[in-house]
């Protein structure tokens, strides 16, 4: 009787991915699944992408921007780990996200996941009117000047933030003339222009001098460090293990279109 009236005596059953799915989309975060494609600049002695690609920015991934290169799914987050290590350059961070994608989603390595309304902070220092230029230029331009040549000023440099879609400036300090720190206002000292910061005449530090921006900015996380695992059950394809790592915009190379797109 006791064996009878227990599951044992049952049909046997299975897990139902849809279950799994309905739940994925009920507690998950909604966003966008951008598809990767590896960047062909390759170098041929290391297999390594090119760091001055124009394409891949150095980064190895090209994001076609297309309807059915980019998809609307959700993922569920089950863990985050950050880790910070001391280095002789400095401090470098590695930080990973374990998340469960949807069992029918098509998700490869080199994908992007950018959650709609995950911000982080931000913190960025700029120089004011720099005069940069370009090294890869530098020893070609030497070498074919001569003492006739009319000398040519090099541009300024644009004074941008490291992520678009800012989504809110907390707080600017610059160094002013003595060398104090200063708090800038924005709408009255400056203006963010998309990425670009524009200071009205006679605001803002000296040529040359720094300032600090304090801002909030989207993320977006790169599937890259693990390949995402394919989980089945009773021959049914079950949601998909993916691990996830943030994107961190460290300078300027890491801008313009990143995370890079390609037409077609």
Not at 54 to 61: E, F, I, L, Q, T
Not at 153 to 168: G, H, M, Q, S
Not at 197 to 215: E, L, N
Request: neutral net charge; charged residues 25%; contains cysteine.
């Amino acid at each position: 009787m006791l064996f009878r009236n227990t599951i044992l005596q049952q049909s046997i059953f299975h897990l139902n991915p849809e279950e799994f799915d309905a739940e994925i989309i009920s507690h998950g975060t909604h966003g966008k699944l951008r598809h990767g494609v590896i960047c062909p600049c390759q170098r041929i002695e290391t297999g390594a992408p090119r760091i001055n690609c124009p394409s891949c920015r150095g980064v190895g991934w090209l994001y076609p921007d297309g309807d059915s290169d980019t998809c609307e799914t959700y993922m569920l987050s089950s863990g985050r780990t950050v880790n910070a290590k001391l280095r002789a350059a400095g401090m470098l961070k590695e930080g990973q996200e374990q998340s469960m994608a949807l069992s029918k989603a098509q998700i490869m390595r080199g994908d992007l996941w950018q959650p709609c309304g995950e911000v982080q902070g931000v913190q960025q220092f700029i120089r004011h009117d720099l005069q940069q230029v370009d090294t890869n230029r530098l020893r070609d331009t030497i070498r074919r000047q001569s003492h006739t040549d009319t000398v040519k000023i090099p541009a300024v440099r644009v004074e941008k933030l490291l992520y678009p879609d800012v989504t809110k400036i907390e707080v600017v300090y610059y160094e002013n003339a003595e060398g104090v720190a200063t708090r800038a206002r924005e709408g009255v000292d400056f203006q963010l222009v998309g990425r670009e910061i524009q200071w009205a005449p006679g605001a803002g530090p000296p040529p040359g001098k720094g300032y600090t921006c304090r801002y909030w900015a989207p993320t977006s996380y790169l599937v890259e460090d693990m390949l995402p695992s394919w989980t089945e059950e009773g021959g049914q394809k079950m949601p998909w293990k993916v691990t996830l790592r943030r994107l961190d915009r460290i300078q300027e190379a890491d801008i313009a279109q990143y995370p890079p797109q390609v037409n077609g």
